[in-house]
């Protein structure tokens, strides 16, 4: 056991590896980063499902035809012209 105590000692009097300072910071901007996609993933999902929705709903809700109103149309017209 005496070996194994003196090889922890050994190990505690090493210096740290200065990356282990920074890791909190990477961890958390990785975090940040992938809770942006979620909620860019989910902001997608529910924009898609609202077309989808406000679509369905314009093709149940019956409409008029559609006719032209032959309101401010020119003499020169090519159907006036053409007589129709």
């Known amino acids: 056991m ?6 922890l000692g050994q190990m505690r009097a090493m210096p740290v590896d200065a990356r282990l300072e920074q890791m909190d910071g ?18 997608m999902m529910f924009a898609g499902l609202l077309a989808l929705g406000i679509g ?23 159907s006036r012209l053409l007589g129709q």
Not at 2 to 7: A, E, H, I, V
Not at 26 to 43: C, H, K, P, Y
């Open 26 to 43: 990477v961890v958390m901007q990785g975090v940040a980063r992938r809770r942006e996609r979620g909620v860019a993933l989910r902001s």
């Open 2 to 7: 005496s070996d194994l105590d003196q090889l």
């Open 56 to 78: 369905w709903a314009g093709s149940i809700v019956p409409s008029a035809p559609a006719q032209a109103a032959p309101i401010g149309m020119s003499d020169y017209a090519p």
